[in-house]
């Protein structure tokens, strides 16, 4: 299984500060971490691929489970043995995710902002119980650093 790269980059909160020629300066290290996962075949979790109401569920918990705080969500499906779509809109920004069961096939996204405090570990929580949830024989996985 590919694993994503860890980065230890520090995190501060937004600071201004004014150089010597009078400019304003801005110091952002890391406002957020963008996990971005395709997840080609899945060998579990088929009924979280088809059933909307229990994929939310299982989202909702692994998102309060991660520390995250969920704001909002919107899970459709396509219908009976078809694929579901779905977003939990959090304080700290989103998580997002599709499915094809057809294709044992799951897009991933977690993005969240680390603008007063590291949600970065919370971040990486998240995506890990999800993945494990769907146990995909061939991820595909990114990380971005958001600056």
Known sequence: MRVLPCTNSPVTVTNT?????????????????HLIGDLF???SGAHLMTDATALE???????ADSTLTAVGSLFHSFGKD???TGTIM??????ALHTWPEDN??????Y??????????????LFETLMQAFQPADPHLHRVVRA
């Open 17 to 33: 500060a004014t150089s010597s020629s009078g400019k304003q300066l801005v110091t952002r290290a890391m406002p957020g971490l």
């Open 41 to 43: 075949g899945c060998r």
């Open 57 to 63: 569920a299982f989202c909702k918990k692994a998102v």
């Open 82 to 84: 078809k694929g579901v």
């Open 90 to 95: 959090l304080a700290e920004s989103h998580l």
């Open 105 to 110: 096939y799951v897009t991933l996204d977690v």
């Open 112 to 125: 969240v902002c680390s603008y007063s405090r590291d949600n970065s570990a919370s971040a990486e929580y």
